[in-house]
């Protein structure tokens, strides 16, 4: 949180609003938001029909490292919330909420281990939009408050733990609870 004041102050004068050009210019911002979709992805599962018999280069075999069959008609689901939270592809530390990882060059070759906003032909549509509006919110409501804290009492629920609601998108179940100070 202290690094994305930082960041926010050194790119904004005071409290104005930010501009498309200015939320560009903070890359922090950007790696909390990557960040935040590979733990809680909005689209957590996804799912492809075969319009054809096809063979796919990996995910079969007891490892899942050998080719794998799918025949026509058969439903292939995948999962950005499975894959955000293995290890083999994040690390050690893939639970933990950490930003950095994003701009340490470590996930340079996990290519489509990441896809909040799919990918393709049928990618989401609003990627762009989503981005400047949830950094829009998160640069007004850090500006607005100095301080944003869990309230007394609210248990800090390690990921992996957290109750959450699966409808067509998933959702905290018990809502985001926090204390804030002007
Ligand atoms: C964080 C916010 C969002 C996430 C994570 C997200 C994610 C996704 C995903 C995963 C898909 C692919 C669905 C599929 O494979 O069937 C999708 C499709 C789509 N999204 Fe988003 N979306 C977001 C926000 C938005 C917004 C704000 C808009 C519009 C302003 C939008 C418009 C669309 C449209 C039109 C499609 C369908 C594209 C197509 O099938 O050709 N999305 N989105």
Known sequence: MKRLRQEIASVMEGGQVPTRDQIKKMP???CVIKESLRLYPPVPLNNREAVRTTI???GGG???DKP???RKGELVVFSQYVNSRKKNIFGSDAYDFRPERWESGELESIRWAYFPFSGGPRQCLGEDFAQMEVSYTIVRILQTFSLIKLPVGEPNEPVGSERQRLTL???SAEGC???VRV
């Open 169 to 171: 998108v998933l959702l």
């Open 56 to 58: 796919l280069p990996i």
């Open 68 to 70: 794998m069959l799918v």
């Open 62 to 64: 007891p490892e899942g």
């Open 28 to 30: 922090y911002l950007a």
């Open 177 to 179: 609870k926090v204390e």
